[in-house]
C-alpha cells in the first residue's frame, strides 16, 4: 500500500475545473481542503509503482499547474524486494 498526501496549484480557469472533475471521479483520489488554487489531495494506491503512474498522470494533467508531495506512507510490503533504502 502507497499513502500519499499531496497539494495541487490548480489553474483558475476551465482546464482547472476539469481537471479536479477528473481527480475526484477517479477511486484513487480523495479531494481535501482548497485555499484559493490550491487543494489538498490523498492518493491511495496499492504500490509505488501505481503511486508513480498515478502522480506522474497528475503532473501531466491540463489544468494542474504544480504538484507538490507533503508525506508519502510506502507500506514495506509495496515495495519490491530490496528496495527500501531507495524510497527513505
Do not use: K, Q
Amino acid at each position: 500500500m502507497s499513502i500519499s498526501s499531496l497539494v495541487l496549484d490548480v489553474a483558475d480557469d476551465a482546464t482547472g475545473s476539469e481537471a479536479l472533475r477528473l481527480i475526484a471521479a477517479d477511486t484513487r483520489f480523495t479531494i481535501g481542503p482548497a485555499n484559493g488554487t490550491r487543494h489538498a489531495i490523498v492518493l491511495d494506491t496499492a504500490s509505488v509503482l501505481d503511486d508513480t503512474v498515478a502522480f506522474d498522470w497528475l503532473r501531466d494533467l491540463p489544468g494542474i499547474r504544480l504538484v507538490t508531495l507533503v508525506r508519502a506512507y510506502l507500506d514495506d510490503e509495496a515495495l519490491p524486494a530490496g528496495a527500501a533504502a531507495n524510497y527513505l
